[in-house]
């Protein structure tokens, strides 16, 4: 059976349709069909959930922000996305990891992650001068600059992007994993539907089809880039 996907994501029912001839089982809601959709689908959606809670710095969630500094306010909690697709605001919660803070404005200076107890601790009372923001803390879903700005400064961030759930409840939504997970993925679920099937042999077969293959695809994905030639 030819795989319907190459580099692009599968929808929910897309992956759903691929499954149910992977497995020449009927998926529907009549109770004659083999296996329920909602079961299939929650099958899926657990597979997805295992795969990303494996790590936070899956290259296909980097993302980048900008942000415009105030004169005097230390605290941003709203973000502009530059990067994979532009999208007008963001705020912490919608953020994985931060990565990195570059003020590009004039010189420009990469700013330094400080312990936000620390950062208060330096600035404080007359200590606290507005300046060219050298340092960062993330306190409460903000970001906090240190010194507090004394201008507008044009603020860039990467971090990593927190994965969308918007296809748990729009089956025709991509579903927002790199698409190299797809195959392991569908493997976790042919192995769900034999355990439901009470099968073990093949269900084992196929889980350990999925630990191989995203064990392998995660190490190739988040290794450190190599400047050797």
């Known amino acids: 059976m030819p795989i319907p996907f190459q580099n692009a ?95 590009q404005t004039n010189n420009g200076n990469a700013l330094v992650y400080i312990d936000q107890a620390r950062a208060e601790s330096i600035w404080v009372g007359t200590s606290d001068q507005a300046d060219i923001p050298a340092y960062f803390s993330i306190w409460a879903n903000q970001i906090n600059l240190w010194p507090k700005p004394n201008d507008a400064y044009l603020i860039i961030m990467r971090g990593f992007r927190i994965p969308s759930l918007s296809w748990f409840s729009d089956e025709n939504t991509s579903i927002d994993i790199d698409p190299q997970m797809q195959l392991p993925l569908i493997n976790y679920v042919m192995a769900r539907i034999f355990q439901f099937q009470e099968d073990p042999e093949m269900a084992n077969e196929y889980m350990r089809s999925f630990e191989k293959a995203v064990a392998i695809i995660q190490g190739q994905l988040t290794a450190p880039s190599s400047n050797r030639q």
């Open 9 to 103: 994501n599968l929808t929910l029912a897309q992956m759903r349709t691929f499954i149910g001839e992977l497995s020449d089982l009927d998926i529907g809601f009549d109770e004659n069909d083999d296996i329920s959709t909602d079961l299939v689908d929650g099958f899926i959606k657990e597979g997805f959930q295992k795969i990303v809670a494996l790590s936070q710095r899956y290259p296909y969630y980097q993302s980048i922000y900008q942000f415009t500094t105030v004169n005097n306010q230390r605290t941003y909690n709203s973000f502009s996305q530059t990067q994979p697709v532009s999208v007008t605001t963001k705020t912490l919660t919608d953020i994985q990891s931060v990565v990195a803070l570059v003020n």
